[in-house]
Structures are given as structure tokens and as C-alpha cells.
């Protein structure tokens, strides 16, 4: 990939930028400046759950929804079994917690990009995972009710008033009214939702005139803009694999490069779309882009085994000990201080219109 030299920009927020379609060049990256991105040294309540009405496919945490499925020593959801290829257990908690840490890093503290106002009436957090982005917002919004909808029960049970976790599946029918939210939150989701369109028209007829629907998600494949990624670098192979396993039961992982479209296409306007940039290990000069880095290598390398499990074992029935032997490779190349790479992150908001 031919190296193209970041626009001069301010801190903060990045500007709107229009759809990137498919990489083939280094995206209009907005969190590094140009000079930081050149390689430098490598030396670095009450009970919140809802069991939902009657006409709902919302599941109570009865014993048998808030039970696991364990699978080559990692633990799964149990309620819609297979659906999510990410383990559920206490390793996976730990590094969505990181992650989320990361991101604000990434974000300069900021929960969120849309212009919800200060006294926001109802938010939902789509995939809320461990629940941390809907505990802050709820902190951050006491005006609000925020809910946060998984098919894993791993919320804590005791939240502040305002917060609500449900055990579900975004992808079926809602039970919400129309016109209901402020904000429609998705972090790191859309490339496990089979259809795409349908969670977008689902959101625009629940959203608020006026509302917003925020989504965040990195590409599943990583880049390099000084040519120090050999051809057969092994993270790569291994996601381009996992890519073709995901797309067997459905599961895009470019999905996010098509997301404009689809959420023009459901009626939403005023869609703007920035692309951060998320360099694997500290080989960027400036210091916080080095932290950075270090957070995003550890999450990848910590995952490495959840998503192997989750895909290769289902969908090309590789035994476990087949699966470690595979990750000694890509966790070698991984961590060769001398490959400098990056992950393109994407923010996307759009609104609905008022009338």
C-alpha cells in the first residue's frame, strides 16, 4: 500500500469525511498527526435486568438463560447458541473492558460523537457486552434511561436506577414504540449481524424525529503504509480465514465499509463517517499513539485465541491443540517490533429527520 501523508487537522474531533468505499490507499486517518505516524523506537443499584413483556423475545435470567456453553476451555452464550463467535468469560470481560479504555483514549474521553443534547431521554447501547459504555452513559446522562441489549447475561447485576441490561437479540422484532430514542449505540457489532438493513430500518422507526444512530467499528484486517508488512504476514492470513468462516453462517467483516449506503437507504440523513487509525504496538513516535498501540496489540493478542476457538473450531473443525500450534505463528509476527501496522476505525452518525 503506497504511503499517503495525513491532512494537517485539529485535536479533537475529526472532521466529516465521505464514505471510503474499500481501502486501496492509507485512509483519511484523524487521530495521529502526520509526523507521530513515522516508526519510531519500540521500547514501551438495583437488579438491572429486564425480563421484558409477555410479547417480547426479550428472556428473563431464568437459570437456564444465564447458562454458558463451554467449548475447548473458553465459555460461550448459551441463548441463541453459535450465534457470536467471541467467548463470554472472564478473559473476554477484561479485554472489552480494555478495549473500551482504549477507545476513549482514542476518542479524547468522548462516549459519543452525536449531538444528543444535554438532557437525553432514552438510550440503547446494542451489544453492550460487558455494559461498561452504558454504565458511563447513564452516569453521564442521569436525564436518561440507557439500556443495553446482549445475548450474554455478563452485565453487573446492581446499576444505578437509570440503567437497565436485557438479554436479547437485536437482530429479532423490537417491542420499543416508535419515536422512542435519543440514541442508538453500536460498538464493534455490525460485522456479526447477518441483516444489516433491517437493524437499520428497525432503528430509524424507534429513533426520535431528530434522533441519532452511532456506530463504531474497526475493519477485521490490519494495513501498513512503509511497506514493512511482508505478503505472508501471518495476522493477516489468519483474519482473512476467520473472514471466510464468519461468511459462512452470514457474518460480514467489511460490512462497516457499506454501512452509509444502507443507513441512507433506511432514511437517515446528515450521515458523517470519520476513520481513525489504530497502530498494532508502540512503533509510532508520539507517546500517547505509542500507549495506543500497546492497548490495541494486547487486545488483538488476547483475542486471538477466543476467535480462532470460535470460528475454526466451528466452522473448519480444527482441534484445539491444532488451533494453538496455528497461533504460535501469528502471535510470533504479531509481535516483530519491526512490522508496522494499523487498523482503521470507524465512526459513523446519522439522524433521523425531524419530519
Known sequence: MAS????????????????????????????????????GDDTETDDGYSSGDAGSTTTSLSSSIRAHVWENGRRYNKFREGQYALPNDEG?????????????MLCNGALHFAPIGENPQNIIDLGTGTGIWALDMADKYPSALV?????????????????????D??????????????????????AHIKDIPKLFEQSFKHIKPGGWLEIHDHENI?????????PDYAPKEMLLMVAEALASIGKDTTAILTADEKLLAAGFTNVTHRVF??????????????????????????????????????????SPEEIEVY???VRKALMDPSIHTYWPYHIITAQKPLS
Open 327 to 329: 497461533l504460535v505463528g
Open 222 to 230: 490490519p494495513y501498513c503504509d512503509d511497506g514493512s508488512m511482508p
Open 4 to 39: 499517503n501523508e495525513s491532512p494537517a487537522h485539529e485535536e479533537g474531533l475529526a472532521p466529516e469525511t465521505s464514505s471510503p468505499g474499500p481501502l486501496t490507499s492509507n485512509p483519511h486517518i484523524d487521530n495521529i498527526p502526520a509526523a507521530a505516524l513515522e516508526a
Open 169 to 190: 437479540d437485536v437482530e429479532d422484532s423490537w417491542t420499543y414504540p416508535p419515536n422512542h430514542f435519543d440514541l442508538v449505540h453500536l460498538r464493534v457489532l455490525v
Open 92 to 104: 473476554e470481560q477484561a479485554r472489552e473492558d480494555m478495549k473500551h479504555a482504549m477507545t476513549l
Open 277 to 318: 487509525k489504530l497502530p498494532v504496538g508502540p512503533w509510532p513516535k508520539g507517546k500517547p499513539q505509542k500507549l495506543l498501540g500497546l492497548y490495541w496489540r494486547t487486545a488483538i493478542f488476547d483475542g486471538l485465541q477466543g476467535i480462532a476457538m470460535g470460528t475454526f473450531g466451528r466452522a473448519k473443525k480444527w
Open 147 to 167: 439500556e443495553g441489549i446482549d445475548l450474554s447475561p455478563i452485565q453487573p447485576l446492581w446499576v444505578a436506577p437509570n440503567t437497565k441490561f436485557i438479554v
